[in-house]
């Protein structure tokens, strides 16, 4: 009897496997002739050699949906190991607005006019400026391109960067290392992605180097290749900063600059080097600049009265 082990280590086993192994044990009735057994972050299948050729090419297809789609149905797994969806079609079945799936099926979507801007320009642009207040979901979106990417296989790893500056507090007292001090800085970016990805893959991504998060200037001589690059809070970059960076640009990247010019948190003797960069590369014909506004809030519906109010008041 010829057996072979499949490697889960990176595969959310309860959204794979369904409630009390109902997608496993359909699997089970698929295959009659083999064996499968699941332990731990192992899948091991035992049988004749073309019975398990035959479940390896489905349970590419199967595992390939899930990543893609974030959920897995009876339906999806009789199409795909009677090879009615080839594994080849699953991105060109996702429905035109959705840019990724996320965790247990979630569709994540640009919601506003400006956000699918962010979407249709990034396919055209290599470099991309989105500026607005908060709540406008720039980040959220930058980081859903960004898994986008990943998944379709266009880029072999996500980078996320901001500016470790504080926002009218002194942090220098917390306890902890370096990673300690600067998590609470990096919080908006483990939360979006905590949204798209399963922790086992998050997790698995962080240790293999294929997501990294770090603050701006541990950038420095640095050549990102290959990656969809995100800096945020991007306002708070200074000019040389933001100079530094821009640089960085390897081969086959995506990068994508977020902030908001009214919420700057630098010394008051240093310039925020955002809108100096946005002026210096406006006549740059490859890279795109999405001017987001307070249409585009998604928060709270009070978030877009406290922008107006505070708008108000500059005017004045």
Known sequence: MNERVFDLQLVDHLGFFGPEDSNLNFIRRLFPKLKIIARGDMLKVMGSQSDISKFATSFEG????FDIFGELRERDITQIVNDEIPPSENIARMPSDVIVYGRNGQQI???TRNQQKMTELIEQSDMMFCIGPAGTGKTYTAVALA???????KVRRIVLTRPAVEAGENLG?????????????????YDALRDMLPQQKLLGYFEDGTLEIAPLAFMRGRTLENAFVILDEAQNSTRMQMKMF?????NGSKFVI?????QIDLPKNQTSGLMNA???VKDISEIAVVQLDKSDVIRHPIVSKVINAYENEENK
């Open 62 to 65: 199967l595992l390939q949906h």
């Open 246 to 250: 821009l640089t960085r640009m390897g």
């Open 109 to 111: 979507k640009a919601r």
């Open 173 to 189: 007292f917390l306890p902890g290392d370096l990673r300690d001090k600067l998590d609470p800085y990096l919080q908006p970016l």
């Open 147 to 153: 898994v986008k990417y990943l998944k379709e296989k």
């Open 258 to 262: 977020t902030g908001d010019v009214t």
């Open 278 to 280: 946005v002026n210096l």
